[in-house]
Nanobody, 122 residues
């Protein structure tokens, strides 16, 4: 059974950095996309980035491109989101999600973690 567990969230000042981790288990890496999705009261669920587990191909939402980097460590079954130059608007609960057909469509992911809070505040 696919399981995802996020960690690494916290409070950071604008311009600062955080690295989120998503520990994964229970799926065939080559067959899955693994994504970061964030949720705010104002924006709802917003796709941030995803990576093809087997191939390592990455995709980013425009507002995150150049600031965020998604990666995965296959031996550790862990996905990461390195977040740099954080802005107030990045404040959200960040979820990792997995699916075979998700892409940039949030509804395409059927396995979700519990989320980790990122708060950007001065």
């Amino acid at each position: 059974e696919v399981q995802l567990v996020e960690s690494g969230g916290g409070l950071v000042q604008p311009g600062g950095s955080l690295r989120l981790s998503c520990a994964t288990s229970g799926f065939t890496f080559e067959d899955y996309l693994v994504a970061w999705v964030r949720q705010t009261p104002g924006k709802g669920l917003e796709w941030v980035s995803h990576i093809s587990w087997g191939g390592g191909i990455t995709y980013y939402a425009e507002s995150m491109r150049g600031r965020f980097t998604i990666s995965r460590d296959i031996p550790k079954n862990t996905m990461y989101l390195q977040m740099n130059t954080l802005e107030f608007e990045d404040t959200a609960v960040y979820f990792c999600a997995a699916g075979q057909w998700g892409g940039s469509t949030v509804a395409g992911y059927d396995k979700w973690g519990q989320g980790t809070q990122v708060t950007v505040s001065s």
